[in-house]
């Protein structure tokens, strides 16, 4: 008898676990960008959107921008394109948040749109270990960003801050995507982080080559 409901234990233990594991995909339809980003912004946009959805349940949308211009030779394209050679500020894409969302540092994003662009994390000891990957990409409030230009990067943190009300920009880590599979994908990485993989056609120089995103949908830093 004890070893029955040792095995019964054990069983139901397992299922459980299994239950409560997380059933994220992405989903891929034909969707423009939404009127709550400028003319300029959703004309740079793809009209394919990427829903992000755990189970049922739609936690985002994400839209990519058409295409980007590498700071890079027509080589070293051919070697594949890094972050680093996006300036920092480019527009690289927008989301649309459907409910209440924490960013990678933990901060409280309200749902809504938001542009999404290129951040590199400031080398300094404020922020040293808190992130496996310096580069992120920011959100700013739809109605606040409404251009496609680069700008300074203060200005960037100052128009993404406006996203929680708080002096720190909302973000979302980028892991690096090397080999960037044809199809969108949502997948598992390292401590808890699910990220959004996907492709954006890119120029450097005359080499047209694509740069492989991967957007921390879900995953927070560990430090405090």
């Known amino acids: 008898m004890i070893r029955n409901l040792a095995i019964a234990s054990l069983l139901l233990g397992s299922l459980t676990l299994h239950a409560a594991e997380p059933k ?6 034909d969707k423009e960008p939404p009127k709550d ?4 912004v ?3 946009l793809e009209s394919k959107a990427m829903n992000v959805l755990d189970g049922d349940k739609l936690l985002c949308t994400v839209w990519a921008v058409k295409s980007l211009d590498a700071n890079a030779t027509a080589d070293q394209a051919k070697a594949g394109l890094k972050y680093s050679q996006i300036e920092e500020t480019t527009l690289i894409g927008a989301v649309k948040i459907e409910d209440f969302w924490r ?3 933990k901060q409280k994003i309200k749902a809504g749109v938001y542009t999404l662009r290129m951040s590199i994390q400031p080398a300094d000891g404020d922020h040293m270990g808190t992130a496996p990957f310096n580069e992120f990409a920011l959100l700013s409030p739809a109605n606040a960003d409404k251009k496609t ?6 200005a ?6 406006k996203s929680i009300g708080r002096k720190h920009p909302a973000m979302m880590l980028l892991f690096p995507n ?18 959004l993989s996907f492709k954006v056609p890119a120029t450097a120089e005359t080499e047209k080559t694509s ?9 927070e830093t560990m430090a405090e």
Do not use: Q
């Open 37 to 40: 980003l400028s003319d300029a």
């Open 211 to 219: 740069l492989g995103f991967s957007l921390v949908i879900i995953g």
């Open 178 to 195: 090397k080999k960037p599979a044809d199809a969108p994908v949502f997948e598992s990485k390292p401590k808890d982080h699910w990220v």
């Open 103 to 105: 960013d990678y540092r």
């Open 24 to 29: 994220y995909s992405v989903k891929i339809e």
């Open 42 to 44: 959703r004309g740079s």
């Open 156 to 161: 960037m943190h100052e128009l993404s801050a």
């Open 149 to 154: 230009d680069t700008m300074e990067v203060k």
